[in-house]
C-alpha cells in the first residue's frame, strides 16, 4: 500500500474569517480527518484500535504557511509517517492547492498511543508485530521542510488575558475538550485588528493534558521580544491552565502550551 | 435541470457531541452547504450573486429530527425551493442515511435577497426574469412533512441566562456573527446533563437582525410549560439581545429568536 495519502477539501463559505481564509481550526480539523484516513485504510484507524482498547492521542501539532486557503479553493492534503518510536510516532502533512498545485504549507504532529482503561502509554512497535514501520516515509524520502516542534516558555511575569467556561459544544465524544477548540479560543484572544494586518505565519501547539467540560480555562499569553516591521509582536506564547483559584489547587494545570508566529498580510 | 439536488457528507469524529452524534450546528452547516450548491448549480449562488451586487439572507431555519446521524455515518441532503414569494423563497432539505436509505428528518429554511449595497430587500421575481420559478417544486410535488416556523412570544419574566462577548471565530466573511454560532452558543446554554437524557427533537431559529464582532450577546431563555415525561420541560424558547445595557439603549436589540423542542434519547 501507498505510505502517502492523499485527502481532499473545498473551502467552503461557512469555514472561512472575515478575510475569506480557512479558519486554522478548520484547517487543524482537516489535517485530523486526513490522519484519520490515512490510519484507517493500513489498519490503524481509532475504530479498529479502540476494539483492542488503544486509542491514537494527539500531541503535538505543528502547521507553517506562507498562504492560508481562501474560500471555494480545492484543497489537498497529503499524509504520510515520518518516525515511529516506542511511545510517540511522528506524522507529516503537506497542504496545497488542486487546481495548480501551489504548496500553502506543512505541519507536523506527534502522537502517542494510550491503552484505553489504563490510559498509560503503549509502546508502538510491540503492537500487531511493528506493522506501523510498513509505513514509514522517512525526512530523506519525504521531506517536511519545516522546523519540529519547539519549546514554549512563558516568563514568570505573563499575564492571564481572559478565562472560559467550557460547555457543550467544547466536548468531543470522549468528554474531552476538543483538540481544535482549544486553537479556536486561543485566536479569539485576539482583537480583529490582530487578523486585518498579519496571517498566522506558524502555530503550535502541545496538548499535555486533558479537560472536561465543566473546566474553566485561563488563557495566558506573552509576546515575545522580536518585532514585525510594523512594530508588532512577531510572535506571541501561550499556555492555557485548568481550574485556576481551585482552593485546592490555586495555580490550576498547565493542560496546552501554543506559539504563534505572525506574518505580513 | 433536475429541481432536487442531493449533497452528501460523512460524520466526521470531531463534528460529533459526547454522546457520538452530530452536532447540531454542524448539521445546519451542512444543510447551509447543500442550498449553496443547488443555488450554485442553478446561477442564483451568492458568488453569482455578489456581482450583480445581491445576497442571500438567510431568515429563518428550521430543522426536525427523528434521530441525528451519528460518527461514519454517510448521510445525504436532498434540497429543493418549495416557493418563490417577492421578498422571501422556502428552501427545503430531506435528510438521509445514505446506507439504508432511512429518514432521519427534514428542514425548512427561509431566504431574503438583498441588494448589497443598500441593505435593502430585492424582488426574487424580477431578478432574471423570474427564472427562479423554474425550480419550484410545491407541496404536493415534494413533501416536507414538518410544521411550518411558528412564533417564539417570550414571556416579560423570561431571564437572562448569559451574555458573551464575540470574538473572531464568531464572525464569517460578512464581518456578521455566523449563523451557525448563534445554534453552538444556544446549545451551550444546556447543562450536559440536558444532552445526556433528551435530542433535539425540533430546532426553530428566526435571524432578525446582524451583529458583529465585539457586539454582547445576551441569552434569554424561557421553559414553556409542557412536560416531558420525566418532568423536565419539552420546549425552550429562546432570544438573543445584542448590547444590552448600554446607555444609550439599555434595554438592546433583539437579533435572534429561536425555540428547541426536546426529544427523549
Given at each position: 500500500m501507498e505510505k502517502i495519502e492523499t485527502y481532499s477539501f473545498t473551502v467552503e463559505?461557512?469555514?472561512?474569517d472575515f478575510t475569506g481564509h480557512l479558519f486554522m481550526g478548520v484547517l487543524g480539523n482537516h489535517l485530523l480527518n486526513a490522519a484519520g484516513h490515512h490510519s484507517h485504510n493500513r489498519g490503524w484507524g481509532i475504530d479498529q484500535l479502540n476494539e483492542r482498547h488503544y486509542t491514537w492521542v494527539l500531541s503535538r501539532l505543528c502547521i507553517e504557511l506562507d498562504e492560508m486557503p481562501a474560500q471555494y479553493e480545492d484543497v489537498e492534503i497529503e499524509t504520510w509517517v515520518e518516525s515511529v518510536m516506542k511511545l510517540f510516532t511522528e506524522r507529516n502533512f503537506l497542504i496545497r492547492?488542486?487546481?495548480?498545485?501551489r504548496v500553502y504549507g506543512y505541519a507536523r504532529s506527534i502522537w502517542a498511543m494510550i491503552?484505553?482503561?489504563?490510559r498509560q502509554p503503549s509502546d508502538l512497535l510491540a503492537l500487531k508485530n511493528g506493522?506501523?514501520?510498513?509505513y514509514v516515509l522517512t525526512e530523506e524520502e519525504k521531506p517536511c521542510p519545516i522546523a519540529k516542534h519547539g519549546r514554549v516558555r512563558l516568563s514568570k511575569a505573563a499575564e492571564p488575558i481572559r478565562t472560559l467556561n467550557t460547555y457543550y459544544?467544547?466536548?468531543?465524544i470522549n468528554g474531552h475538550i476538543n483538540s481544535i477548540k482549544y486553537i479556536e479560543h486561543i485566536l479569539d484572544l485576539f482583537p480583529r485588528q490582530q487578523f486585518e494586518q498579519h496571517s498566522i505565519h506558524r502555530l503550535e501547539i502541545a496538548y499535555k493534558a486533558e479537560a472536561y467540560q465543566g473546566d474553566t480555562l485561563t488563557f495566558i499569553g506573552e509576546p515575545m521580544a522580536d518585532l514585525l516591521p510594523d512594530g508588532t509582536p512577531a510572535a506571541t506564547q501561550l499556555e492555557i491552565r485548568k481550574?485556576?483559584?481551585?482552593?485546592?489547587?490555586?495555580?490550576g494545570e498547565s493542560i496546552v502550551t501554543a506559539l504563534i508566529k505572525w506574518g505580513d498580510n
Open positions: 463559505p461557512f469555514h472561512v492547492n488542486a487546481s495548480n498545485g491503552d484505553t482503561e489504563t506493522d506501523i514501520l510498513h459544544s467544547d466536548v468531543d481550574n485556576v483559584g481551585r482552593e485546592d489547587k490555586p495555580e
